[in-house]
């Protein structure tokens, strides 16, 4: 990863570069045009990483003054822990910082943000034919062979 590329968590002042990064993200899982999140929830989700009340939280990842990456993620109780869990649901670098350190980082950040809030793991998913992402995720987690199942209500 290039030297001056920094994680931190986001702030306000970042909108104008999240929400590139956010549409982009949205995009690559099929969610633009008409399938496009409402404008809602993308507000929704902005304003809950600023509510103290709320488990949501966002990183970004910035050189200079540009934003190249984002994750997401949030803290829930589990019937196996007494910790909280940590999971990572969002994580997207643009197009020109893939490959450079940028995800790994980020996925780094999020570990030593669920070890400080006393989380003993962290985990995502992401869709099977995302093998370039897997490659990395190979590498810096394992598969816990689990299968996810969902019924949209």
């Known amino acids: 990863m290039?030297?001056?590329?920094?994680i931190r968590a986001v702030t306000r002042q970042d909108y104008e570069q999240w929400l590139p990064l956010w549409d982009?993200?949205?995009?690559?899982?099929g969610r633009s045009g008409p399938t496009a999140l409402s404008p809602d929830i993308t507000a929704m989700t902005w304003a809950?990483?600023?509510?103290?009340?709320e488990p949501v939280h966002a990183l970004v990842a910035e050189s200079?003054?540009?934003l190249l990456g984002l994750t997401h993620y949030l803290f829930h109780r589990s019937t196996t822990l007494i910790e909280?869990?940590?999971?990572?649901?969002?994580?997207?670098?643009?197009?020109?910082?893939?490959?450079?350190?940028v995800g790994r980082a980020l996925i780094t950040g999020v570990y030593d943000h669920a070890k400080r809030?006393?989380?003993?793991?962290v985990y995502w998913q992401t869709h099977e034919t995302n093998h370039t992402a897997m490659q990395l995720y190979d590498k810096v987690a394992e598969r816990s062979g689990f299968v996810v199942y969902r019924k949209l209500l």
């Open 84 to 101: 909280p869990t940590c999971y990572l649901q969002d994580l997207f670098t643009n197009e020109a910082a893939r490959g450079k350190g």
């Open 117 to 121: 809030a006393g989380s003993s793991r």
């Open 24 to 29: 982009g993200y949205n995009a690559f899982y």
């Open 48 to 53: 809950r990483f600023f509510d103290a009340y």
């Open 64 to 66: 200079g003054d540009k």
């Open 2 to 6: 290039p030297g001056d590329v920094s």
